[in-house]
């Protein structure tokens, strides 16, 4: 199973961006995805999940300014973040879970099975 993450770049304090993961190599499979970032000196964090059903999850961090949601018939999931911050400012990483975990573990990166390479995003002050 491989993820491609894209759409990552360097954006104005309060602008947008639009990220995407595609999910290839196993048909028929379906996963429950994520995205996590990592900045410089700090430790991954759990930015936002969607289930197989389409439910959402949010760090309080990001909640109201991004939105994550899927295309299962193109087996993609989007991160559409508004209202960017300096401290936005990370290595974006999509996840997927094979495991149909309860909401809490879904903000437990060590529940997802694939990872992809990570996109980086820059918010400039």
């Known amino acids: 199973v491989q993820l491609q993450a894209s759409g990552g770049g360097l954006v104005q304090d309060g602008g947008s961006l639009r990220l995407s993961c595609v999910v290839s190599?196993?048909?028929?499979?379906?996963?429950?995805m994520g995205w996590f970032r990592q900045a410089p000196g700090k430790e991954r964090e759990f930015v936002a999940a969607?289930?197989?059903?389409?439910?959402?999850y949010y760090a309080d961090s990001v909640k109201g300014r991004f939105t994550i949601s899927r295309d299962n018939t193109k087996k993609a999931v989007a991160l559409q973040m508004s209202s960017l911050r300096p401290e936005d400012t990370a290595v974006y990483y999509c996840?997927?879970?094979?495991?149909?975990?309860?909401?809490?573990?879904?903000?437990?990166?060590?529940?997802?099975?694939?990872w992809g390479q990570g996109t980086q995003v820059t918010v400039s002050s």
């Open positions: 996840a997927a879970s094979e495991q149909r975990y309860i909401s809490m573990y879904l903000r437990d990166g060590t529940r997802y099975d694939y």
């Open positions: 190599g196993r048909p028929g499979s379906t996963y429950d």
């Open positions: 969607i289930r197989r059903n389409g439910a959402t």
